[in-house]
């Protein structure tokens, strides 16, 4: 009976979860014995000490870490044929989830095998804080495998940074018995996981795992790019290209599409060279360039009007989600007006737009004045009052996308009456999290299980589990999370913290946008890139801004 | 060089497309010869009349077809031996894009072979009007095979049906030669068909081709789907899964997700079926129980504050894009709104919205002001003064998901104040019209031109193309369109239409659906589907409920 098979298909049974179960993750050939199952590695430390910028205050900071680490980087060659045993480990993921963390779990599981033990923290770093741990069986690492999301563990966003928080971890290490954690996380997780390494030196090992949708947090040719990357842009990518690919069918629409990843723009960017579409905008360049609000917009008008004038009324724009705050003349008028009220919110709540316009009008010096002027009434009412607690904009709050379709449909009006300009807007984000990992994500987590399961083996602490060379069978890596940090000033005060990666505008990624884009305005060059397959031939396709940053000569992985 | 393959992939030439162009399309056995080839078959007339009962006025109206067809179903059970010759056919898209499209045009070419011309009308029946035509080449059909989108033709929203419209058909019939027309469409532009096919009787055939990704054009065992439901459906239904991953994964999050599909819920209810979401709101259900808003908005209220109960602070919530049309209160009230603003809509539109409402409320009667004043401020303005040309409320562009995300607060904060309720909102719709078809779509659009275009060879006209037995290879049909020719009230008057298909309140799929509901929202049961597979074990899947409907075993197709 159908019905009965279709109840079986519930909590993570539809055919497609069944299948990706029984898929074999690639991994790299360094890690398989001689029945073909995982096994540990052991590392070797390699080249000159990292970080030599910042050296002196990161060995200050850090003291135990630097001392064992030198700061280098450790190479995996050989086999571990002597690795630790009793070990108790505990993973937690903290953060956003992105597609690939189970099979870090699953990867770890593995190489730890039945001489240690695994144990999982529900609920992520406010878990751990509490307590909250179980043992991981080895059929929760069959059913987990290859499925998306961060569900099997939970996650959450407590940062753990104070000295009673590390105190308080201490005290769950030693009442779990605990050798060593895995904390699977982004920028912020892992300078946390750094901290914690060296305050647990070195009766707990501490072990990162790069994790961000985002793609801010990569390490040049160590660590070409971190988990969740790739299944996210796959999807953002289908769905931008299939939404290119109905503009010329129905012949009528332009659509702005945001798409999430903070701060950097490493999702537009590589989505933009997935698809190919009209425009897509790089907040790193605007910001580079001093490109303003005013020239954005007119760059997009004109745009719609040369298309419509060779017939093509139709478009797609790429927007990444931290653009607001990369537009430098916006930024100011932001924080001019941040000033402004902090000292005048209370007389102004009580009065109404067209005054308060008067007022900011009368406030603001003509430039930024002019700008003001420029914004839709929406945003001008919001510059005039939202503020969070702290008095500040809150700028995720901006629509973006609206805000462009807005300012460029005047722009347009202006330029070339008449012009056709429908518009429609969308913003991908949560679609793109928990997908299920792409191959690539499914093969490079399991493998950075085994690194990170490999480095707590070889009695390692304070490093980051890195994989590179993904196109010629990958190169087994351990960046010491101190040779990642930097200072930098957040809140206004010195900060020691692993920086998050912008896009380059003199990376090849980028320099191939710029060398393109011309040419896809002007026409209709787009390509679909499909929904991601874990099957058949368009399985391996790795990051296209990753190929080419690390100089690859294909876009197949192979690991 | 890696950059130069990048501009090798331009235009349509990413991996997945190239790779996908190599796909073999499964083919019904009847259609193909002794070398594999694809051949036309020939038809017989089976079984009894259709349409019943109202046989007179559609025999009045159609009297060539009807004579002509008996109205009876076609079947095929052998090849054609003896196919017609030197025809010229030429085929269009009509109305929105459904993924599939271009292999109904590549099965036409392969099954019309070298013997006869076909042509591609550019930009849809305004195309055709405009006699926009060219003769479509062989590279042409390999190029667009197994490719989403309408974009090698176009399309538009022309309806073909006034007397002059058939006259300069004609005409350009004349003038290209055409011995028939295939019109690729949903209910209306089939509807148009039958008429062009009575007008245009005998000299050309009209075929039709039942699209659409609203599901609301089916025919019982005759005509399981309309092409493109499939694609679409598993398009969305793999971001509703993502997101239900993520709900426990970041464990915040209510997620309300409105899916694109007009008036019928056919979207919504297979994507619940293939999810398991915590709540499913079916538009047909809601109108044959008469249910108010109020009672949905508690109900949605109370499943939010049982989940939070048991520590399940997310869910989702799947909203068909049509709801509000069938919500019988609203729509009442939208009634008397619309009757009340034509006749004193210039003296509202210089009130206040204070003075609006007071007017509202003297105005309605007493249950109608209730549900008036229930409703959130923004759309209380809506419904006082937002009217279309006609004076009617645009009901599309109500923000449903919006609406049930404030009143659902508004009553969970009366219920149970203090209960956790973040939410999100989400509306899918462009992104599933052109996404490249999904294994069943590609098959059944290409059986489905290799039937359009045997019924030319067979001398047929005005028939729709169909399929099915879709679990056991494939039953070839062709559904005389004055069959599904019904008598409607549109605007007042009786008109023969083929009436959409709305979901069934007694039929297999939702009953499932009704049975399973309770438990989805008890507990986390979802499942995800993950993205389309066009290769490996997870390709074959049909929609869930297109199998339950028709009884089918299994959820793979065989074709």
Redesign the interface.
């Known amino acids: 009976?159908?019905?009965v098979?279709?109840?079986k298909?519930?909590?993570?049974?539809?055919?497609?979860?069944r299948?990706?179960r029984k898929l074999e993750t690639p991994v790299c050939q360094l890690f398989l014995d001689e029945q073909g199952r995982a096994a540990p590695v052991a590392f070797n430390p390699e080249g000159k000490p990292l970080n030599a910028r910042v050296a002196g205050p990161v060995a200050a900071e850090f003291s135990h870490l630097v001392k064992a680490s030198g700061n280098r980087l450790l190479t995996a060659k050989r086999k571990n044929l002597s690795p630790a045993t009793g070990r108790r480990v505990a993973v937690l993921?903290s953060g956003?989830?992105a597609a690939g963390g189970h099979n870090v779990v699953a990867g770890l599981k593995a190489v730890l095998g039945g001489q240690n033990i695994l144990l999982g923290v529900r609920?992520g770093p406010q878990g751990l804080l509490a307590g909250n741990l179980f043992t991981i069986a080895d059929k929760d690492a069959r059913r987990i495998l290859n499925?998306?999301?961060?569900?099997f563990l939970?996650?959450?966003r407590t940062k753990i940074k104070t000295p009673e928080q590390f105190a308080q971890v201490k005290k769950i290490c030693d009442k779990n018995k605990l050798n060593a954690l895995v904390i699977i996380g982004g920028d912020d997780s892992n300078t946390n996981a750094a901290l914690l390494a060296e305050y647990l030196y070195p009766e707990v090992q501490v072990i990162g795992v790069p994790k961000t949708i985002d793609g801010d947090l990569q390490a040049g040719k160590f660590l070409p790019i971190s988990f969740g990357f790739d299944t996210a842009t796959k999807?953002y990518a289908?769905?931008v290209?299939?939404?290119l690919?109905?503009?010329?069918?129905?012949?009528k629409?332009w659509?702005f599409i945001k798409l999430m990843g903070r701060a950097a723009s490493h999702v537009a960017l590589e989505v933009a060279?997935?698809t190919?579409p009209a425009v897509a905008l790089i907040s790193e360049e605007i910001a580079a360039k001093k490109i303003p609000l005013r020239k954005i917009v007119d760059s997009l008008a004109r745009t719609v009007i040369q298309r419509a004038k060779k017939g093509l009324r139709h478009g797609v724009v790429v927007i990444p989600e931290g653009l607001i705050e990369f537009i430098p003349d916006l930024t100011d008028l932001l924080k001019t007006l941040n000033d402004l009220l902090a000292r005048h919110v209370s007389s102004l709540k009580s009065l109404t737009l067209a005054k308060r316009r008067e007022f900011a009008a009368k406030e603001l010096q003509s430039g930024q004045a002019a700008l003001f002027k420029s914004l839709p009434d929406y945003l001008q009412e919001m510059l005039l009052l939202d503020r969070d607690s702290h008095g500040n904009l809150q700028v995720s709050q901006i629509p973006t996308e609206k805000l462009l379709i807005d300012m460029t449909a005047a722009r347009v009006k202006q330029l070339s009456p008449g012009t056709p300009f429908s518009t429609?807007s969308?913003f991908f984000g949560?679609?793109?999290?928990?997908?299920?990992p792409s191959l690539f994500d499914a093969a490079f987590t399991f493998n950075l299980g085994l690194t990170a399961g490999s480095l707590i083996l070889d009695k390692r602490t304070g490093y980051m589990a890195a994989l590179s060379d993904l196109n010629k069978g990958g190169r087994v890596l351990a960046i010491p999370l101190t040779g990642l940090i930097n200072v930098e000033k957040r809140h206004g005060q010195d900060e020691m913290v692993i920086a998050k990666a912008l896009v380059k505008t003199n990376s090849p990624a980028f320099k191939?946008l710029a060398a393109?884009r011309r040419?896809?305005s002007a026409a209709?060059?787009?390509?679909?890139?499909?929904?991601?397959?874990?099957?058949?031939?368009?399985?391996r396709?790795l990051p296209?801004s990753v190929?080419?940053n690390q100089g690859?000569?294909?876009?197949n992985f192979k690991l």
């Not at 499925?147 to 569900?151: C, R």
């Not at 690859?552 to 876009?555: D, V």
């Open positions: 009976m159908l019905t098979d279709l109840k298909m519930e909590q993570g049974n539809s055919i497609f979860e299948e990706v993921f956003g989830p609920g499925t998306g999301g961060f569900d939970g996650s959450d999807i289908e769905l290209g299939n939404i690919q109905d503009t010329p069918s129905s012949r629409y659509h060279l997935q190919r429609n969308h949560y679609e793109g999290r928990c997908g299920a191939f393109r040419a896809w209709d060059l787009f390509a679909s890139p499909g929904p991601r397959q874990l099957w058949g031939p368009a399985a396709q296209i190929a080419l690859y000569a294909s876009l």
